[in-house]
């Protein structure tokens, strides 16, 4: 072959491998796009975009108008995409997408109440919470920033405020939230001299709070503190130094108010609450009133009577205190330190008790229906380890086959002895007579069961009374199904035999049952019970 055949050859595989080599750029730039559009019909806008990206469009009736669109680089399809959202936006309409996958185009009028739209022009909805400042205000300050179509809702109730609109302008929102919703309250504690903390207190909350009640901005909330007679203003430093004065010349007034206060009582009884108070102040008691309260005398639900007085409440002048029995009420005559001091006292001791209901079954039993009433035990292994138990050979409710059918629910469904096991613990609780209670179990490898059996036939036993009575916590109480019997206890008779007389004491002739319940800590209950029954003979 000669030199220029060479040539030639070599020339022709170059060109040949010339378009295959430029193949990736051809197909890069088919993938781009360039996008100029001018007063074009959205809609055919919209069809343009569907087919260079490869995406279906369904679009709105109430989709109209024209678009302008200028590029001045080729955009790859998912820039081409954003572009197209955006100049949607910019017309009024939003993209939402269906479960099928296809994009619906409509007018961003009612995008609040649709589905999440897509891409970074997304429509979307967002809750802040607050917490120094109210919603309502909140909400009034973001309103002018929100979009033509988004919406602006206070929740006053949660103290927040949610959001509706386009998500670049929620990021606005969003930092705005976050440099008004800064705590600048200040605290200032006020002593006061004359006045007590609550009253004040209970007055600057009612003053202080708007007609429809709820907080609005610069409110000052307050809070009494007790044990050094002061309150505690909290909010904005301006409404705080509003407050003050009106704080001080509430507790300024209160200097030369009366020495004379009454004090209504809401549950305590003031005949039971008066001997407490006038051991505080030193004051002596009457006899009356100390046996107005016989419960204190055995400590059962009263103060007691002995306790030391403490000494007189303000020197140079002693306080006296009184009640008022058709109210229920106390009348304290004291200097303005000690009525402060009597009226925390009887705050805390004014506050409504818990009751107790007590229901109660008495019944004779026959020395028989004693020899029923007992406790059934069973404890056993397995696989061949001991048994103990205690079974009854009168018991109406035998041990055994109740605990049968408990061992049996630990073989197969498909055992027919586990249903012969069941039926026979089903046979021996429909035979039981009177009373029966129990439980069984598993320990480890070992089973365990009880029954209480308190049987019960119509000539074994007598069912007295089912007495029920409802009484207050620590307070004693007595029902008595029966009568006041006159029982002769001694007769005499004068010199000569003359004028015989009999002296006679009146009995409570019944059942008589006698309880005091004492609620605990955590609601248990501690009952004190005394019972009687008793008859007349002859």
């Known amino acids: 072959m000669s030199r220029n ?82 100049t949607l936006r910019a017309n009024g309409l939003v993209v939402t997408q269906s479960s099928s996958g296809a994009y619906r185009i409509s007018p961003a009028q009612n995008a609040a109440q649709g589905p999440a739209t897509v891409g970074a022009e997304r429509f979307t909805t967002e809750v802040f919470q607050l917490r120094n400042i109210d919603a309502a205000s909140a909400a009034e300050t973001i309103r002018p920033l929100v979009g033509a179509q988004g919406q602006v809702l206070a929740n006053p109730g949660a103290n927040s405020v949610v959001v509706a609109d386009f998500a670049d302008n929620l990021v606005r929102i969003r930092a705005l939230i976050a440099r008004i919703d800064v705590d600048r309250a200040s605290f200032e504690v006020i002593t006061l001299e004359n006045s007590s903390a609550r009253e004040i207190a209970a007055v600057l909350q009612s003053v202080l709070t708007p007609p429809g009640g709820q907080p609005g901005q610069g409110m000052v909330s307050v809070t009494p503190v007790d044990s050094s007679n002061s309150i505690v203003l909290r909010g904005d430093p301006a409404a705080v130094a509003r407050v003050r004065p009106l704080v001080e010349d509430l507790d300024h007034r209160a200097q030369s108010a009366d020495d004379i206060k009454v004090i209504f009582l809401e ?112 404890l056993a292994g397995e696989d061949g380890a001991p048994l103990g138990l205690t079974n009854y050979s009168d018991s109406s409710t035998p041990l055994l086959p109740i605990l049968g059918g408990a061992a049996a629910t630990r073989l197969e469904e498909d055992d027919p002895l586990r249903e012969q096991l069941q039926n026979l613990a089903l046979n021996s609780l429909l035979g039981a007579n009177g009373f029966v209670g129990g439980g069984g179990g598993t320990i480890g490898n070992g089973l365990f069961g009880f029954i209480i059996n308190a049987a019960k036939s119509d000539n074994g036993s007598n069912l007295l009374q089912t007495p029920s009575l409802m009484t207050l916590d620590n307070e004693e109480a007595t029902i008595l199904v029966g009568q006041e019997v006159p029982i002769t206890t001694g007769e005499a008779l004068l010199d000569g035999n003359s004028n015989p007389f009999r002296t006679t004491q009146r009995q409570d002739i019944g059942v008589k049952l006698v309880v005091r319940p004492q609620i605990n800590a955590g609601g248990s209950i501690t009952l004190h019970l005394r019972q009687e029954v008793s008859s007349i003979n002859g």
């Open 5 to 86: 055949a060479v040539c030639a050859v070599l020339a022709g595989l170059m060109i040949a491998q010339g378009p295959l080599a430029a193949s990736p750029a051809m197909a890069q730039a088919a993938t781009r796009q360039t996008l100029n559009v001018q007063g074009a019909d959205i809609r055919a806008f919209i069809q343009d975009v569907a087919r260079m990206t490869g995406r279906t469009f369904i679009v709105d009736p109430a989709v109209t108008g024209t678009v302008t669109v200028t590029s001045e680089r080729a955009l790859s399809r998912s820039e081409l995409f954003e572009v197209f959202l955006s």
């Open 267 to 378: 549950h305590a009884n003031a005949e039971q609450l008066l001997p407490v108070l006038q051991q505080i102040v030193g004051q002596p008691i009457t006899p009356a009133q100390a046996n107005a309260t016989p419960a204190a005398s055995n400590g059962e639900g009263g103060v007691a009577a002995a306790a030391a007085p403490v000494a007189p409440a303000a020197p140079g002048q002693r306080a006296t205190i009184a009640r008022f029995p058709g109210a229920n009420a106390l009348v304290i005559s004291a200097s303005a330190d000690t009525q402060r001091m009597l009226a925390e006292v009887i705050r805390q001791l004014d506050q409504r008790r818990q009751q107790v209901l007590i229901e109660a079954i008495v019944v004779e039993l026959s020395d028989t229906a004693v020899r029923e009433l007992g406790v059934q035990w069973l």
